[in-house]
């Protein structure tokens, strides 16, 4: 049986069950697909998300608390029934045919993890999105199957995978990370120390979900403050972390901070434009975690 399991925040889905549900009709016999609601507040988009009920095999759970991302996987693991389960991010968009045939052809293999990658739109899907679709553009080239193959446990991903279900009963997502940001870091630190094996495949799901510059500031701010929170776990295994350890060691913090806030309007009026820099983007994220 195969379980696809989608946690949802104020995101309408239902596109994207109904493409997954035809696929599943015709490749396997015994399937369930589980949306759950983590803490959505929006009662019309929930009710929208509700009519998936309609379909076979298909349940939507409403939580009203907010569980964050990394409990919200966990709670539909439990839930599921199947041996094997496909997680994904509602704010995909199902773009190859054959996406799930290619997934269960891999059930009958010797692998636990199967991470399939995401793909961007080929251009700017909202004015005010520009930073995050530039920075998501510029990440591409880490995002390959082949990339992904040379850094199993690093480049995993929690947008678009599939995993036996002992295998994520055995090994949880940090229950920590209740805030946004770094769940599926700390995953791939966790299989890798279980000696779990990941295959890296090309079967992508493309990204939708592109937050206004405004907004996704405000979500990087928060992973920022998540790393901070668990910093002694995941640090070293990071890019902004191992420049964090080197400003650290050679005693440059306050320099780093005062150049931060002395130029802190200026980062972000670049960064709130429809042409954002991504170095000056990257100086903030340095900042903005030296300065907490």
Known sequence: ?????????????????????????????????????????????????????ELTACRHIVNRQNLGRARVMNFLVNEAKGEWCILMDSDAKVVDEGFIKKYIDYTNEDVDVVVGGLVNPDDLPDKDATLRYKYEKAAEQYRTAKYRTHHPYKRFCTFNFMARRNILLEVPFDARCTEYG??????????????????????????????????????????????KRIEADILPTTGLGKIVL??????????????YRGCHSMLLHNLISNNPNLTLFSFYKLGYYISL
């Open 246 to 259: 080197k400003i650290r060691k050679y005693h440059l913090s306050a320099l780093v901070r005062l150049i």
């Open 1 to 53: 049986m195969i379980s696809v399991l989608i946690p949802t925040y104020n995101y309408v889905c239902s596109e994207l069950v109904h493409d997954l549900h035809r696929q599943l009709l015709l490749s396997v016999n015994d399937f369930e697909i589980i949306v759950a609601e983590d803490g959505s507040t929006d009662q019309q988009t929930i009710d929208a998300n509700h009519g998936i009920t």
């Open 182 to 227: 770094h769940e599926d870091t700390l995953m791939g630190i966790e299989l890798q120390r279980h000696n779990k094996n990941i295959l890296h495949i090309d079967n992508p799901l493309m990204h939708l979900g592109f937050d206004d510059n405004k907004t996704y500031l405000k979500k990087v701010d928060t992973s920022l403050r998540s790393l």
